[in-house]
């Protein structure tokens, strides 16, 4: 299993959405600096990493909410398609050195058929 400390590329290549009333148990007044209430998701930095995110990504990170992470979070599923998926967005290495998994699909193949 990859070391999602020396990570943290699934907080920076993708937007993170929350679930209704999901980010109130985050403290004030950091919740209005990390949750976009608006738009129901986490904020992003300028390099549009999850502005909950502390550290260097691919080295040493760490999510500076994690007892209060929302559920996306929680329930990412490590070691499948959209972890492999978030380090190639990332520039992050595989662990171990064995390449990621790469997605293809019927379409990118044009093995479609129209309708
Ligand atoms: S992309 Fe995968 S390995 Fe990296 S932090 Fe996220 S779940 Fe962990
Ligand atoms: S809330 Fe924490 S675990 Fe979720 S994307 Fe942001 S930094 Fe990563």
Redesign the pocket.
């Known amino acids: 299993m990859p070391d999602c400390q020396a990570c943290?590329a699934?907080?920076s290549a993708?937007i993170?959405d929350l679930y209704q009333g999901e980010g109130h148990d985050i403290p004030h007044p950091l919740r209005n600096l990390?949750v976009d209430q608006e738009k129901q998701e986490?904020r992003r930095d300028a390099n549009f990493?999850?502005?909950?995110?502390?550290g260097k990504v691919g080295e040493s990170?760490?999510?500076?909410?994690?007892g209060c992470?929302?559920t996306?979070?929680r329930d990412?599923p490590r070691e499948e398609s959209s972890c492999h998926r978030a380090r190639r967005i990332a520039g992050v290495k595989p662990p171990n050195g064995i390449p990621d998994l790469v997605e293809v699909s019927v379409y990118d193949l044009g093995l479609a058929t129209g309708s």
């Open positions: 943290g699934c907080c993708y993170v990390l986490m990493r999850c502005a909950a995110l502390v990170v760490k999510c500076s909410i994690y992470r929302p996306v979070c990412f």
